[in-house]
C-alpha cells in the first residue's frame, strides 16, 4: 500500500502540483527560494528527460533544512488527504 502512495505522489498531475506548492507557501509560509532548491534536487536522471520527482520534494525540504518536522508531518498529512479525496 505504501509503495502505491509513492507512485501517486511521483505522477502528481499539475494541478495536484500548484495546489501543493500554494499550500507550501501560503500555509507553511516556505518561501519560492526554499522550494526551488528542493525542486533542483529532485529530478530524477532518468533518460533521456529528467523528471521532476514530486514525491521527493517534502524529504528534501526537510533535509536541507528548509522545514521543520512539524511542517513535514503537515506536509504529509496534505498529501494524504489530497490523495484520499481525489
Known sequence: MVSEKKEVNRNMTS???TRFIHFLQDELSISSASIAVAER???TSELPYPQLDSSALP????????VT???LDKIF?????TYDLN
Open 77 to 81: 498529512d496534505w498529501l494524504q488527504n
Open 59 to 66: 524529504m528534501i525540504l526537510w533535509q536541507y533544512g528548509l
Open 15 to 17: 494541478t495536484n502540483y
Open 41 to 43: 534536487s529532485s529530478f
Open 69 to 71: 518536522l512539524e511542517q
